[in-house]
Nanobody, 114 residues
Framework: QVQLVESGGGLVQAGGSLRLSCAAS????????IGWFRQAPGKEREFVAA???????SYADSVKSRFTIPRDNVKNTVYLQMHSLKPENTAVYYC????????WGQGTQVTVSS
């Protein structure tokens, strides 16, 4: 079974950029649709973006045009490239299959200062 580990979070000023990584082990990601999710303090976990095995991408309305979800099949890694970050993007970011078929990992904290 595939296992996913998130990394790349940190503290960034509003308007800045950050790239998160979701590295897979155990099995290739090539047949999976991988999604990024986030959970802000006091809020429910929500969908951010997804990359399907066929190359299709989807995004939450709040991040369209600012976030992209590139994928490196050689490194078996999916990224979340975030631009024009806002304080409301502060959250713990997680990756999982789009259908949330795996146990949640530790996530990676993203903090955007105003």
């Amino acid at each position: 079974q595939v296992q996913l580990v998130e990394s790349g979070g940190g503290l960034v000023q509003a308007g800045g950029s950050l790239r998160l990584s979701c590295a897979a082990s155990g099995r290739t990601l090539n047949s999976h649709t991988i999604g990024w999710f986030r959970q802000a303090p006091g809020k429910e976990r929500e969908f951010v973006a997804a990359f399907s095995w066929s190359g299709d991408t989807s995004y939450a309305d709040s991040v369209k045009s600012r976030f992209t979800i590139p994928r490196d099949n050689v490194k078996n890694t999916v990224y979340l490239q975030m631009h024009s970050l806002k304080p409301e993007n502060t959250a713990v970011y997680y990756c999982n299959t789009r259908s949330v078929s795996l146990a949640w990992g530790q996530g990676t904290q993203v903090t955007v200062s105003s």
